[in-house]
């Protein structure tokens, strides 16, 4: 960290809505300064006002998360406006549901580019930041999805592949101080829920009942769930945990 700087700074990936905007308001609460960063900067700055309002310090971003020349920008100007990043969160994800008979090329192809290459290209443009500062947390936003989902081919092997870059970043980087975990999040009432159950017909709040009833802690997950899970891996004592993937679903089983 720089001495005119001792704040830490963290950037949070599709940082608009729901998981993202959760996790990037508790990180500004826990005294990051929070880069957010979504395709459409506009979108990202209303959780960046949110942050600004409960006193955090905080820096809207836009980028595409599967370029790599948005990416290396974003990242520059994230390290030259706010500080230099030792935290990532890896959230931003899409949705392109459909039975494998009917999944077109791009409906792979874009949820591949979004997931594992966003997720590739930010943490190797973020990883020089926390080496040089000998202490960083990457986590990975996976999702129960990826012990398999009816209609998700494309989603779960994303979500699944996380799981192992996961592990990997564990592995390369443990000796510089920067751990590297994943979330695998269970029902989450978010908009990207909201979509699935407007896609199948079902009323938002009996898509929430259902799932709920068959959750053993009752109920669904919301977004504050995994930004508290979020915060405790960017902690200062989860240095020792590393690799691992959390499934934040209510229950043992997805």
């Given at each position: ?7 830490r ?6 940082g608009?809505?729901?998981i ?29 006002d949110?942050?600004?309002?409960a006193?955090?310090q905080?820096?809207?971003v836009?980028?595409?998360?599967s370029?790599a020349?948005?990416v ?17 969160v890896?959230?931003?994800?899409v949705?392109?549901?459909?039975m494998?008979?009917?999944m077109?090329?791009?409906d ?20 020089k930041h926390?080496?040089?500062?000998k202490w960083g ?30 592990k ?5 980087l443990g000796?510089?101080?920067v ?7 269970g029902?989450?009432q ?8 407007d ?5 938002f ?10 959750i ?8 504050e ?20 993937v959390?499934y934040?679903a ?5």
């Amino acid at each position: 960290m720089s001495e005119a700087n001792s704040t830490r700074v963290a950037i949070v990936t599709g940082g608009a809505r729901g998981i993202g905007a959760a996790t990037a308001q508790r990180l500004a609460a826990d005294g990051f300064a929070v880069a957010v960063l979504d395709l459409d900067e506009a979108s990202a700055q209303g959780t960046v006002d949110a942050i600004k309002a409960a006193g955090g310090q905080g820096l809207a971003v836009g980028a595409d998360v599967s370029d790599a020349e948005q990416v290396q920008t974003a990242v520059d100007r994230i390290a030259a406006e706010l500080g230099a990043p030792v935290v990532l969160v890896n959230n931003a994800g899409v949705l392109r549901d459909n039975m494998l008979f009917k999944m077109s090329d791009s409906d792979w192809d874009i949820v591949m580019n979004v997931h594992l290459r966003g997720a590739f290209l930010m943490s190797r443009a973020a990883q020089k930041h926390m080496i040089e500062q000998k202490w960083g947390r990457i986590v990975n936003l996976s999702s129960t999805s990826a012990l398999g989902n009816r209609g998700q081919a494309n989603y779960s092997t994303a979500k699944a592949g996380l799981q192992g870059f996961t592990k990997t970043l564990a592995i390369e980087l443990g000796k510089f101080g920067v751990t590297a975990n994943a979330i695998a999040p269970g029902f989450i009432q978010t908009e990207m829920t909201k979509a699935t159950a407007d896609r199948m017909g079902i009323p938002f709040d009996d898509f929430i009942k259902g799932a709920g009833a068959s959750i053993p802690v009752a109920r669904v997950g919301q977004p504050e769930d995994i930004a508290h899970l979020v915060s405790f891996f960017c902690s200062e004592g989860a240095g020792f945990i590393s690799g691992q993937v959390v499934y934040a679903a209510g229950g043992p089983k997805a």
